[in-house]
């Protein structure tokens, strides 16, 4: 089939995608996004975590197709041209990166969090970040960035309206 | 000061943005993709490989085997217990094993025509516990060996722990178990391989660059010089990538092919094609006297080390030499001996044997500590080792040993916690306590690192370094070590790191030793290069180069501000002279070899200590065991970067928490995370507070010892001791799963 999406914010075309083809190879092996990482195959592990219309989802499981006509956002797509997004300064400053295997399908589901939570509390996170699999950080300097990540944005949200 | 400050990690920013390019990101269109074909039963003699329905699959382009080998068939990463077979020949050891590879033109031909080869084969007769293996009429994993199934053992002998027991006030006897575990990077083994020059080219994911070059070269019977070994980004390692994995195939393939070659292991591969944990079993005998001095213990120990030796020999040594833990204990007697069973291979897992020891040693001192009557934690101070008190190895300790210091920092964590919760069985919760010692680099065998540091006349500072950062953050780590030395910004300083042409031999990631060796080389090759800039600077100025030192960039002068130079200026007029301001390091700790029949000597040059407390609360209708806080004190000597230390000791608990209540690696059963479970963060407990002890090592870069294992060591037996206090009885078998828990409130475990 010829696949139609949109892929950060840009409305991308691709033919010949099998119909058994997951969202995670057409992902790596067509279109060369290789931020989004495979850990298991078997949705466990959380490492190809990427937002489809917002949501996480698991996209080792995701058939290419359920795709279509729907927003695909990676880790490629969250930073402005111009830098970092909040999730990832804190990500950095919080030191919640080691290897850094966990951490794009970590901080994409961070991000859809905050988006619909502003302020979560550490119960909050960790129900959100459950499927996402670190073997490295022992989740508290992670439980941190999402911390200083929401009161990041918060500040911006407050910025944007008084300079709006 | 840089040293005790945070700056953010090397490569995070590539990380955060999903820049970084692991093992399994290498590749370019056109590669080819390799996949081994693996036994699923073993022991077995292969009769025939049927090939041809797998050399038909569209997209194949060639099949290997151990036939195609063109160098030594064996490889390891031990010199002197070389036994592993890459590729089965005629017998495969374990299940999981090698028996072919596939070279093709897509993933998904390579993996059809794996599924497409057939192994006729004849079963034989199997061992699978290492105890049993150790028998006399035991099946031979490797028939001919002249020691059998016994791959290595070593014996620690000091005083007269029999005579010594006669006269103990209390003596207790018990026996623990663990099982094999997985390392679970979340990253699985990756990486490509191209031929440049009529030289291999391997970049993957490693934690030793340096010797996967000689045994790659040692498998394609090539010199070394013609392998170079580049590291990929690697997605953690913990012991896990200190073999060879995908190396040797990517290398294969690529020199007989001549053309590029990549390959990743799925997370079902990683599981049957990796190194695990060994899996220990442990019969202590502690004598202690009416005061609660330990006086006399004996520890007979036998592990489970598979179809392949590895770091067996290593793991028996740690273990053997780490069993009194961080206690002086005059009357020892341990034995330790790994087998060679046909399951999958053990090898190095953050501790080498060390937790697995630990959990005995800190269930021993607790069941002493009882049978006396005495507090848990007052036992543990009394029997400390001090400076002036020697070890297992009759190793006198001298300066450096922090484990008094963390008991007493951790004391009004755990009396406040002990306080609240109570030591009744009844309430479902209980305090755990754990300590530990453990030896940074190497055991009792020569393990320098090397490094390079270079000032340029365009005033670039370059480190050269072989340690393979695997996340646990050494790039982040030695360039600050660099930047205090010379008095400049870390950020000032780039890196060129683990790639074989480019970088010498720094030794493996492991046994918590590249803060402290490498950077114990970087600061002699940074003395070196201060050597040179201050020999010429002399000359230049005609001072006396004793009254030099370098600051902010510039030679200057005791005494006399105005006669100052940047170390450019300096840096440009030794190029002038067609000298490259290039300083080499090397360093390597002090040890003695252990005497092979009492095991006594001096291991190591520095030992790391921790302790660890814990809440657990135990659901006694499902068993169900949940920690709620942990504690932690830790003496590192001098914590370089405190934010990496503290990732370090969080990360290790939580592995740690996994080794106590979830991982066991059942070989047949377990391939993948559906049902192999590590901690999520929905396990994590409230880690709080985590203490830096800082009994700073004199022989180590500005004090500094390691972290990266003592994070994990403390921590099973810190809640198999609290899971005991709620559940009214010892905990001596891991996991503590549902069942095990159930099992002790009912009475069916038949411990005492």
Redesign the interface.
């Given at each position: 089939m010829n696949l139609i999406f949109t892929l950060n914010g840009t409305l991308t075309s691709l033919p010949d995608v099998p119909s058994h083809a997951t969202l995670l190879s057409i992902l790596r092996d067509r279109l060369g996004?290789?931020?989004?990482?495979?850990?298991?195959?078997?949705g466990?592990?959380g490492?190809c975590t990427v937002l489809l219309d917002g949501e996480p989802v698991n996209s080792c499981l995701t058939a290419a197709w359920k795709a279509a006509g729907r927003e695909v956002l990676?880790?490629?797509g969250l930073?402005p041209a111009d830098g970092?997004h909040p999730v990832?300064e804190a990500?950095?400053?919080s030191?919640a990166?080691?290897?850094?295997?966990?951490?794009?399908g970590m901080?994409l589901s961070a991000y859809a969090l905050l988006k619909r939570t502003a302020r979560p509390d550490v119960e909050e996170?960790?129900?959100a970040?459950?499927?996402?699999?670190?073997?490295?950080?022992?989740?508290?300097?992670?439980?941190d960035a999402v911390q200083a990540a929401a009161a990041k944005m918060d500040r911006n949200h407050d910025n944007d309206v008084s300079g709006g | 000061m840089t040293i005790g400050t945070s700056p953010a990690r090397v490569g995070s920013l590539e990380k955060a943005l999903g820049r970084a390019r692991f093992g399994a990101d290498q590749g370019e269109r056109g590669d080819l993709f390799l996949v081994c074909v693996r036994a699923d039963r073993a022991p077995a003699v292969i009769d025939a490989l049927e090939l041809d329905r797998a050399l038909a699959v569209p997209g194949v382009v060639r099949i290997f085997t151990a036939a195609d080998i063109p160098g030594e068939k064996l490889l390891g990463i031990i010199a002197v217990s070389k036994d592993q077979e890459f590729f089965a020949d005629k017998i495969i050891r374990h299940r999981g094993q090698t028996v072919a590879l596939i070279a093709a033109e897509t993933e998904s031909a390579a993996r059809k025509a794996a599924q497409a080869v057939e192994i006729r084969f004849t079963e034989l007769k199997g061992v699978f516990d290492a105890e049993e293996a150790l028998a006399d009429d035991a099946p031979l994993v490797h028939p001919g060996r002249a020691d059998g199934n016994l791959m290595s053992r070593r014996v620690i002998r000091k005083g007269d722990a029999e005579a010594a027991l006669s006269s103990c006030a209390v003596i207790h006897e018990a026996e623990y178990t663990t099982s094999f575990i997985e390392h679970t990077a979340l990253e699985t083994e990756g990486g490509r391989a191209w031929i440049e020059d009529d030289r291999v080219i391997i970049k993957a994911c490693t934690q030793n660059p340096h010797y996967d070059q000689a045994d790659v070269a040692r498998f394609l019977g090539l010199d070394p010089d013609r392998v170079r070994v580049i590291q990929a980004e690697t997605g953690g390692g913990f012991g896990g990538k200190l073999d060879v994995s995908v190396q040797p195939y990517l290398g294969l393939a690529a020199w007989l092919l001549k053309r590029p070659v990549r390959m990743v292991y799925t997370r079902e591969e990683s599981f049957l094609g990796t190194g695990k944990r060994h899996p220990f079993r442990m019969k202590c005998i502690t004598g202690a006297d009416a005061d609660g001095h330990l006086i006399a213990l004996k520890m007979d120990l036998s592990a489970d080390t598979g179809a392949f030796a590895s770091y067996a020999l290593a793991v028996a040594t740690r273990a053997a030499v780490h069993g009194t833990g961080p206690y002086y204990i005059p009357h020892v007697d341990i034995d330790c001996r790994l087998a060679y069973t046909n399951n999958p291979w053990a090898g190095a897992m953050r501790g080498f044997g060390v937790p697995q020891a630990a959990l005995a040693h800190e269930g021993q001192i607790d069941a002493i500590a009882d049978k006396l009557g005495m507090d848990r934690l007052e036992i543990r101070v009394l029997n400390a080792l001090r400076p002036g008190l020697s070890t297992a190895t009759g190793h006198v300790l001298s300066g450096s040993v922090g484990i008094v210091e963390c008991l007493e920092r951790i004391r009004p964590v755990y009396e406040k916690w002990l306080a609240e919760v109570g030591t009744s069985s009844k309430t479902g919760r209980g305090v755990g306590l754990g300590a530990m010692i453990y030896g940074i680099g190497n055991t009792s065998v020569s393990n320098p690192s090397t490094a390079q540091v270079e000032w340029t006349p365009d005033g670039r500072i370059i480190l050269f370094t072989g340690a393979a950062d695997i996340g646990q953050g050494s790039d982040t780590v030695l360039r600050q070590i660099l930047a205090q030395r010379l008095d400049v910004q870390p950020e000032r300083i780039s890196l060129v790191r683990a790639d074989t042409d480019l970088t010498t031999n720094a030794g493996a990631t492991s046994a918590s030793r590249q803060t402290y060796i490498s950077g114990g080389a970087i600061l002699e090759a940074a003395s070196v290069l201060e050597e040179m800039v201050f020999d010429r600077f002399a000359e230049l100025m005609e001072v006396d180069q004793l009254d030099l030192k370098m600051a902010d960039g510039r030679i200057w002068v005791t005494g006399s501000p105005a006669s100052s130079m940047a170390v450019e200026e300096i840096v440009q007029s030794l190029a002038d002279q067609n000298v490259r301001a290039l300083g080499n390091g090397r360093f390597d700790p002090t040890t003695s070899a252990l005497d092979p029949e009492t095991g006594q000597g001096v291991p190591y040059a520095t030992y790391a200590f921790a302790a660890q407390t814990a809440v657990v609360n135990v659901d006694r209708l499902s068993g169900e065991v949940r920690v709620e806080r942990v504690a932690a004190a830790h003496d590192v000597g001098r914590a370089i970067n405190p934010q990496c230390v503290e990732g370090q000791i969080c990360g290790g608990i939580m592995m740690g928490l996994g080794m106590a209540l979830m991982e066991e690696f059942v070989p047949g059963k377990h391939a993948n995370l559906e049902n192999y479970h590590i901690p999520t963060m929905m396990d994590m407990p409230d880690i709080d507070p985590v203490i830096i002890v800082e009994c700073p090592e004199e022989t180590g870069p500005f004090g500094a010892k390691g972290v990266g294992e003592p994070a994990l060591i403390p921590t099973a037996p810190t809640i198999a001791s609290a899971v005991g206090q709620a559940v009214g009885k010892p905990m001596r078998h891991l996991p503590i799963s549902l069942e095990r828990v159930m099992e002790a409130l009912t009475g069916a475990d038949n411990e005492d």
């Open positions: 996004f290789l931020g989004t990482k495979e850990g298991c195959g078997v466990e592990c490492a990676t880790i490629e930073a970092l990832q990500f950095i400053e030191g990166i080691q290897c850094g295997f966990c951490t794009p901080i996170i960790k129900t970040l459950a499927g996402n699999l670190c073997r490295c950080t022992g989740y508290k300097q992670i439980v | -």
